[in-house]
């Protein structure tokens, strides 16, 4: 690759990242959704390279492209790498979409034996880590996932200012970059969308692991759009489908769900027991990676509000590079906890702080908890006046602005 795309948009968060890892002998893994942009990060480091090194050698193999259709093995991949080696100079090595090779994670450590190599990949499937790398290549790779567009990158991106209309079309059609080149309107976006969450359930999903129940996965997805941030039990949609008419054990509904979480479509949340200092083993809460994709295929509707800004409030939290779990404590929850370089930060998402019953629960829950670490109630609301007993009072559009 001679030049860098010109449309591309520099995503610094992640680059910044990956820049203390420049060729040391570390594979770096960018996993995430399909369409989120991983193909685009490799042309930025691409251009990193370039700009900061004299003499190099950058290798591009794209398995979403037809020219390297002859690439269908481990033994192929790194032959075809070796005979494009040049002695004289290191070779930066990018594998696009590298799931798409079987056994990979082979080909992976025989070229990392070559000091003279620095390898970068991307990958659309969760279980290429956990099963295909983790155990070939453990503590040589590091895992970079990325995410949809964050709202300040929505901004950027699209080039609006922070103003309640900006918030209100990235609350409902998301963040996928490619969004930049189409008039955001429903008829279009949502028609896009579509097509990306289809290409994900055939090529991710169905085509994967060879499933033959696609009308039930259909249903599972509209489930759990519709229950977006409820607790959520293999047991309970089972019973669901048995009402609809539909069997399906609870085993295979738990295998299903691992499915679309191993395809980036949606996040698992475990619920964490903040006074016996445990996860619970069941009934954890599932966020989409991408709204734009949930209201593509579920409808934005008016009564899902609430369930919107706590899904996105959570995708901000991630993009901050914080380990989030759904806080219990008693028979009360507390939305998020929210835990980065050893602090806690707990995190209530409320649609709107009008009614006594609201204040009591969100405020209550929090106050609920002994320690002295940060605890905000978001809401869609703008407010302007002091905490209460201590707790932070923020409104959707600052918190997404945070620098942290």
Aim: net charge neutral.
């Amino acid at each position: 690759m001679n030049s860098l795309p010109s449309n591309v948009i520099q995503r610094n968060h992640y680059i910044n990242k990956v820049i203390p890892f420049i060729d040391k002998s570390i594979i770096k893994v960018f996993t995430g959704q399909r369409r989120v942009g991983k193909s685009y990060l490799l042309f930025q480091i691409m251009d990193y390279i370039k700009n900061n090194f004299q003499v190099f050698q950058i290798l591009y193999v794209n398995k979403e492209d037809l020219s390297f259709s002859f690439i269908n093995s481990a033994e192929e991949l790194v032959n075809y790498v070796n005979k494009q080696i040049s002695n004289q100079k290191k070779m930066y090595l990018f594998i696009d979409e590298i799931q798409d090779i079987p056994d990979f994670s082979l080909a992976l450590r025989s070229l990392l034996l070559n000091e003279n190599i620095d390898i970068y990949c991307t990958g659309s499937n969760a279980t290429m880590l956990s099963s295909d790398i983790a155990g070939y290549l453990s503590g040589r790779y590091i895992e970079i996932n990325v995410q949809s567009l964050a709202y300040v990158e929505f901004l950027m991106f699209h080039k609006l200012k922070d103003t309640p209309e900006s918030l209100e079309s990235y609350l409902k059609y998301g963040g996928l970059p490619y969004l930049k080149n189409l008039p955001l309107r429903d008829d279009v976006v949502f028609e896009y969308l579509k097509s990306i969450y289809t290409t994900i359930v055939y090529r991710d999903i169905i085509n994967r692991y060879a499933i033959r129940n696609v009308a039930f996965l259909e249903k599972l997805v509209h489930f759990v759009c519709s229950n977006t941030g409820s607790i959520f039990s293999s047991k309970k949609i089972s019973d669901f489908l048995k009402s609809q008419k539909t069997n399906m054990p609870p085993n295979q509904v738990q295998l299903y769900v691992n499915y679309l979480v191993h395809a980036f479509l949606i996040h698992k949340v475990n619920r964490y027991d903040l006074v016996g200092k445990r996860l619970f083993e069941i009934g954890e809460k599932y966020y989409f990676e991408n709204l734009g994709i949930r209201n593509a295929i579920w409808g934005y509707r008016i009564e899902d509000r609430g369930k919107i800004i706590e899904n996105l409030v959570y995708n901000e939290l991630l993009f901050r590079g914080y380990d989030v779990q759904v806080g219990i404590i008693g028979t009360n929850e507390i939305d998020f906890i929210a835990k980065k370089n050893n602090e806690v930060w707990y995190v209530q998402v409320a649609l709107q702080l009008t009614e006594e019953q609201t204040l009591q629960r969100e405020f209550g829950n929090l106050l609920k908890i002994n320690d002295n670490y940060r605890k905000t109630v978001v809401t869609l609301d703008v407010y302007k006046g002091n905490t209460f007993e201590g707790i932070e009072i923020m409104d959707l559009r600052t918190f997404c602005m945070l620098t942290d």
